[in-house]
């Protein structure tokens, strides 16, 4: 990094492309989106997601959301210390990983359980309502000065910004199977 202050960082496409966890953490580009970047984050991973189905066996989408998301502590917790903010707005990895669980786990399915899972995820992600708050709220709580963190701070940092979104994807899934079990039972399925 240069001599600038970490907190003097603001994020473009040529300061993301520089390594390559700023651009993974960015969404390839996605999170730089001046206006609701996890959102948009979210349609790049659906965008993604529909593409590489064609390409990955179920198998390959597992490993690669599995080792996503292992890569994903480092990954958000290094680029976070990178600009000197707990969990900035701009990193959509999370989002990413979070909504490719979410589409493995619900497809094949129509373009309608889609949208629905994306309106949940999205609802679940921003609102964080109970215990996806309290979750949030205990890892940006938990970090105090502002001095530059070890290597375990900043695994435990990035771990704080995946954990949300993957609390957010379980909710959507608990969600999505209420509703599924609601429209077979009362027979619309």
């Known amino acids: 990094m240069t001599n600038q202050h970490p907190s003097d960082v603001q994020p473009n496409f040529q300061w993301m492309f520089q390594t390559v966890s700023r651009t993974l953490a ?20 659906w965008a993604a997601f529909l593409v590489a189905e064609y390409f990955l066996s179920l198998e390959a989408f597992f490993w690669i959301i599995g080792g996503g998301i292992l890569l994903g502590c480092w990954i958000c917790g290094n680029v976070s210390e990178e600009l000197g903010r707990k969990d900035f707005g701009g990193i959509v990895w999370d989002e990413m990983l979070a909504f490719w669980l979410v589409l493995i786990l619900i497809m094949p399915t129509n373009i309608w359980m889609q949208i629905l899972a994306f309106a949940l995820f999205r609802f679940f992600d ?45 909710f959507t899934l608990i969600v999505i199977a209420v509703t599924l079990v609601s429209i077979t039972h009362m027979g619309w399925a």
């Open 126 to 170: 921003a609102v964080k309502p109970g215990p996806i708050g309290m979750i949030d709220r205990h890892f940006k709580n938990a970090e105090g000065s502002e001095a530059p963190s070890n290597s375990l701070q900043i695994l435990w940092r990035g771990f704080g910004i995946m954990v949300d979104d993957l609390a957010a994807a379980i």
């Open 26 to 45: 960015f969404g390839f580009g996605s999170g730089l989106s001046p206006i609701a970047p996890g959102t948009a984050g979210t349609l790049w991973a």
